[in-house]
């Protein structure tokens, strides 16, 4: 079965810098784009970044270009999500997502806090 794993959320101070990783299994990785999504207390869940399949494609949320870098390792089903310019506004549950023949799937999210 699809499986998608988040981790590397914290607690940084603005400014800070953090990774996420999101490890995917039970599906041909390669074959799909893949996305990172962010929800924060009260808000709705956000797009926040998408790669295409083969790396070729990259797209971001306004709030987050320029500070915000999207990459994908085939080899190794993982793809990341490189956060520098930490802002307390960044603080939320961060997703990562894929689309396959119609269904979405979620993993469990990571929380990440911007605080000092």
């Known amino acids: 079965q699809v499986q998608l794993v988040e981790s590397g959320g914290g607690l940084v101070q603005p400014g800070g810098s953090l990774r996420l990783s999101c490890a995917a299994s039970?599906?041909?990785?390669?074959?799909?784009?893949m996305r990172w999504y962010r929800q924060a207390p009260g808000k709705e869940r956000e797009l926040v970044a998408g790669?295409?399949?083969?790396?070729?494609?990259?797209n971001y949320a306004d709030s987050v270009k320029g500070r915000f870098t999207i990459s994908r390792d085939n080899a190794k089903n993982t793809v990341y999500l490189q956060m520098n310019s930490l802002k307390p506004e960044d603080t939320a549950v961060y997703y990562c997502?894929?689309?396959?023949?119609?269904?979405?799937?979620w993993g469990q999210g990571t929380q990440v806090t911007v605080s000092s």
């Open positions: 790669i295409s399949r083969t790396e070729s494609s990259t």
């Open positions: 997502n894929t689309l396959i023949r119609s269904t979405v799937y």
């Open positions: 039970g599906f041909t990785f390669s074959s799909y784009a």
